[in-house]
């Protein structure tokens, strides 16, 4: 079982920025895909990003690439998704997930978060 820790997350104005961090639990970290999804009210939950278990490989939701950056640091047991250029859009709940495969679906990760509120003011 992995529980997965998210923090980081706020209000700031458009234009900022924030760094979101995940600490899942358990001593297999670095064997996981990790995955970070949004879900704003009344949509359903968004793909941002995912990173392979070695970190050599990272995927990104096309609307949101160069904004918007994955990373870990396996020897910390923590994933990291930094934000740039925050937009209004951009206010969302922000999922840390888990999983043995890389994918933009949710039905790929087995573990997640509870979430961290993201919110951009204009």
């Known amino acids: 079982q992995v529980q997965l820790v998210e923090s980081g997350g706020g209000l700031v104005q458009t234009g900022g920025s924030l760094r979101l961090s995940c600490a899942p639990s358990g001593r297999t970290f670095s064997s996981y895909t990790m995955g970070w999804f949004r879900q704003a009210p009344g949509k359903e939950r968004e793909f941002v990003a995912a990173?392979?278990?070695?970190?050599?490989?990272?995927y990104y939701a096309d609307s949101l690439k160069g904004r918007f950056t994955i990373s870990r640091d396996n020897a910390k047991n923590t994933v990291y998704l930094q934000m740039n250029s925050l937009k209004p859009e951009d206010t969302a709940v922000y999922y840390c997930?888990?999983?043995?495969?890389?994918?933009?679906?949710?039905?790929?990760?087995?573990?997640w978060g509870q979430g961290t509120q993201v919110t951009v003011s204009s």
């Open positions: 997930a888990a999983g043995f495969f890389m994918g933009d679906s949710p039905r790929v990760y087995e573990y």
């Open positions: 990173i392979t278990a070695s970190g050599g490989s990272a």
